[in-house]
């Protein structure tokens, strides 16, 4: 028993091949690798009926060399172009190129490069240097009708970065990563859209020394997705940060921008507040490259003091005690935590499985406390700003949880989420390597209808045999929350993969849960959003799409369910 | 002397008579008055070089009945349709209800009104009972391309109401006034876009007894105009509060609108986050009518805490000192104050006359501590929501006011202020009766800008002799605030007024100030627009008023400016 139990599969940890499939579809760092433990490992194979043995061998790694079999559809004359406007050094029209640069992050699209599946491909991928070319790019791209498809971080999980129609992957991190303007009165930073998370925090973290500034500043935005996605697809895409209840959304972050459009190139005005009729500003936002390119955005700062954050975790007897207390505090007119995050109850049991706490004396203690499993629901949270401030909310906090039966762990579990937090995703390679699909879907709520959605969606989910259902919520206002699903299968199969996705996306759109929270649209959620937003609402989203784009070349082929 | 000090000019005490032009233009409540005191008066006379004669005898009261000689120029066949949309009882084309609803409250219009000059009037007034109501006059205006205005409250300063087309004003507050659904759990409660101000407030803060809610709720939106404003006017024109800096401004109140347009009735879903494109909420926002007619919207209210409220007043011994210490409240991190106000040397100096402080023995203390006349500024200001949080807002505000050299004057100033929040604008008409014209126009600026905006402005107003320019700023946020200018001049001329009006927008327009904070755009300022954001987005606009209004009949005759 002892022998069996410690054995562990052996989980990659090298680094993909370069020129490979799985180079592309890799999370995150190429050598950076988070392998389930034994607790999660332990559930895989309970839950999934799956032995040792069924991890002898890993399956499709995708470890052969990148080919791309789809014509190059635009012309010599064409390509040398667009070499004339970027450089020959810019412009790649080789397999690699094409495939990396048309695909995201997406279970499917792992899936299908796993089996060496392409089914687009950009004709060719350019790497502009700055505004100019992008309205040169845009200007003939136009002239020639040949489609454009803005590609950031490359972190998309709706198909942002698939390349329909073919015509131009136009990669914006490989120059246009640049800070333009850093204005510490305004409290804003002026920057190129394809600079990635990372150098833009570091910066401005770094503010004194390298900005010349008398404070250190922070974005505030933390997506999962932060080592490999960029300011320019936070925007595009509408991401939440993990503080977003604190900072706000990339929507409320966002000050001005300026776009390359068919229909001419412009910035937006820095107005803190202004009242001059519906604004340009907000209405490209979310617009995924549809409308035009985001070629600079102006962007909220805010002081960065991780000295006066404090951390703190509860366990609620049942997930309706926590979705009244989270609502308690969102409406408690005292200020938001930062990192803010419930876990239901199959969520909770997995996170103390994840953490090594199940089967611990202090899960004992738990228990005779009277917080079950399959019942007890864990918080975890941050305080932020200027430090009685961020005592007040730790302290409002600590009384609604008591209110609510809620008992106190301590800072533990915050801090040791906080340290996994962009590291998770990793280990969907491990679990793909040997037949288990793990993906996520998320949608945002009211409170009045946050347990029909989760009881429908976990219906809908739980109702397949042996699969594991696990959510959270993790951006609060005082109106609603989200709700974040994670799910995860044995299964490989890329039809009853994209049947189940639909059958979720059905659930959430017949529950009455936004189609989307953070993860933006793309061409997953595109399907549904004529029955989500309505005709009318989605034909002001046409005519807009008409007025920018007349020829249809921004990112064409279902986005946004502009031209479906 | 002391016969001639205690003269006191004979301010109308009485209510407009029925059917005059003054029961139109006349600010507020019909019996409500506020007038001069001495040291205002005092101030009026040494600065216009009047004398007590000069207040003799009231000129231009604009006492008349109103007659309105513009031409009906709609068919006796079109108004039976109408009266069979609406019933007989909801129709107006009497002379009264033609100017009546046909104007707004600007200084101009008042002008015009004194002198009994009448340039536009609807051809119809009509109040709409419900939204189907609404949906058939649409349709019907639209298939006879009749122009619909919309009106709530009246009390727009931008030419909002002028019915410069003629056709239909569309009254909204006479019936489309009631609650339509209030929802404890999410925080939020749908109107009809009718309801004024007072009415909605009450509701909330009544809510227990009103609407069986477990709480008292407020809205958090209180303009000067709150008495005669309506929610759907504030959601149109983008309005902001007097308490904004904390709840927000009314754009990021609304969580939902529903709206009848030519091209079809929708309402937006209602959820507190969502990624899904561009937000056709936000897009309705701020669209003054020239989209549709918003027929009911769901907003988010506050717990009502009064009792947590806390008054503070400081005097800074310069402007520069009083925008650095609001600067470093607004960037700081530990949450917003409420009231949150700066004025300038000279609206300070005028506020102590106002308030009866100079020339007393408190006065003589300021001095010798050296806050100086036309150098000190005033900052008045609340701090609200949860007990410990407004204390500690409170806190911070005094550790920077001190940082700042700031004095405090404890909570006087601050209470005195919210007593008279919503009746300084009665003394328009007691001034007005005497040839003395008083206007506003505000703006949104960054931080950087603020200096040179207000330079410039007073510049060009101060170059007129014998003009009084007093500048508040009100709307805070961490990346800047507003600027509100009040200026004073004898004037009645209305060329001369109209002259002056233009050469101010023009240097707002010029120093980059946002050609409108919270008071929207309406007709006054469209024929800047073009300038202001550009014609790419003008042009956006313009795009969705082709969509939404392809006959030109929503609010048509240069409203934003999108038909000039």
């Keep these: 028993m002892s022998k069996k139990e410690s054995f562990t599969p052996a989980w990659t940890e090298e680094a993909p091949r370069q020129g490979s499939y799985r180079s592309i579809f890799k999370w995150g760092d190429p050598a950076g690798f988070k392998h389930p433990n034994r607790g999660f490992y332990g559930m895989v194979k309970e839950v999934f009926e799956m032995t040792d043995s069924d991890f002898a061998q890993p399956q499709e790694q995708g470890n052969e060399t990148v080919e791309c079999e789809l014509p190059i559809r635009i012309s010599g004359e064409q390509i040398r172009a667009f070499e004339g406007i970027v450089g020959?050094?810019?412009?790649?029209?080789?397999?690699?190129?094409?495939?990396?640069?048309?695909?995201?992050k997406t279970m499917e699209e792992a899936l299908m490069l796993r089996k060496g599946i392409v089914e687009s491909a950009p004709d060719l991928v350019l790497h502009p240097r700055n505004r100019e070319d992008v309205q040169k790019i845009v200007a003939y791209a136009s002239e020639q009708r040949i489609p454009i498809y803005p590609y950031g971080g490359g972190s998309s999980v709706t198909f942002g970065f698939q390349c329909?129609?073919?015509?131009?992957?136009?990669?914006?991190?490989?120059?246009?990563?640049?800070?333009?303007?850093?204005?510490?009165?305004?409290?804003?930073?002026?920057?190129?859209?394809?600079?990635?998370?990372?150098?833009?925090?570091?910066?401005l973290?770094?503010?004194?020394?390298?900005l010349g500034a008398k404070r250190r500043y922070t974005a505030g935005h933390f997506p999962q997705s932060f080592e490999y996605s960029s300011v320019g697809g936070w925007i595009a895409a509408l991401g939440s940060g993990q503080q977003s209840s604190y900072y706000g959304d990339m929507y409320d972050i966002v000050l001005s921008q300026e776009y390359v459009t068919p229909a001419g190139t412009f910035k937006t005005l820095d107005y803190p507040g202004t009242a001059t009729?519906?604004?340009?500003?907000?209405?490209?936002?979310?617009?995924?490259?549809?409308?035009?390119?985001?070629?600079?955005?102006?962007?909220?700062?805010?002081?960065h003091a991780p000295e006066n954050r404090r951390y703190f975790s509860y366990l609620f007897p049942t997930w309706e005690a926590a979705v009244d207390a989270t609502r308690e505090i969102s409406q408690g007119e005292f200020g938001m935590p930062g990192v803010f995050r419930i876990s239901d109850p199959e969520e909770t049991d997995v996170g103390l499985k994840l953490y090594g706490i199940e089967g611990t004396p202090?899960?004992?203690?738990?228990?005779?406390?009277?917080?079950?499993?399959?019942?007890?629901?864990?918080?975890?949270?941050?305080?932020?700003?200027?430090?009685?401030?961020?005592?007040?909310?730790?302290?409002?906090?600590?009384?609604?949880?008591?209110?609510?039966?809620?008992?106190?762990?301590?800072g533990y579990a915050a801090k040791r989420w906080e340290h996994g937090r962009y590291t998770d995703p990793y280990m969907r390679e491990?679990?793909?390597?040997y037949g288990i699909m793990i993906d996520t879907l998320e949608s945002g709520v009211t409170w009045d209808n946050l347990h029909g959605l989760h009881q429908g969606v976990r219906?809908?989910?739980?109702?397949?045999?042996?699969?594991?259902?696990?959510?959270?919520?993790?951006?609060?206002?005082?109106q609603g929350t989200n709700l974040y699903f994670i799910f995860i299968a044995r299964m490989n199969d890329l039809d009853e993969y994209r049947d189940f996705q639909a059958g979720i996306i059905d659930r959430i759109e017949k529950h009455g849960g936004s189609l989307s929270h953070h993860h933006g649209v793309g061409r997953m959620i595109a399907p549904w959003m004529e029955r989500h937003l309505g005709t009318p609402q989605m034909d002001v989203l046409r005519a807009l799409k008409r007025h920018f784009d007349p020829k249809g070349i921004m990112n064409p082929g279902g986005t946004l369910g502009l031209d479906l």
Tied chains: 1, 2.
């Excluded at 491990?430 to 390597?433: A, T, Y």
């Excluded at 959270?472 to 005082?478: E, L």
Aim: glycine share 10%.
């Design 430 to 433: 491990d679990l793909n390597d």
């Design 277 to 303: 009729g519906p604004k340009v500003n907000d209405i490209m936002k979310g617009s995924e490259g549809t409308y035009g390119v985001l070629v600079s955005a102006t962007l909220k700062v805010f002081r």
């Design 88 to 104: 020959k050094e810019n412009v790649g029209a080789d397999d690699y190129s094409r495939v990396k640069y048309g695909a995201g």
């Design 459 to 478: 219906e809908f989910i739980k109702a397949r045999p042996r699969t594991i259902c696990m959510t959270h919520a993790s951006h609060f206002y005082p």
């Design 362 to 410: 202090l899960e004992k203690v738990i228990r005779l406390r009277g917080y079950k499993p399959m019942e007890r629901c864990l918080f975890i949270g941050t305080t932020e700003g200027e430090k009685a401030f961020s005592q007040n909310v730790a302290r409002n906090v600590k009384r609604v949880c008591k209110a609510h039966r809620a008992m106190s762990l301590g």
């Design 205 to 210: 973290n770094e503010a004194p020394e390298v």
């Design 164 to 203: 329909a129609k073919g015509g131009i992957s136009l990669v914006m991190s490989t120059h246009m990563n640049r800070m333009l303007e850093f204005n510490e009165t305004n409290q804003t930073i002026t920057v190129e859209p394809g600079i990635l998370g990372p150098a833009y925090e570091k910066m």
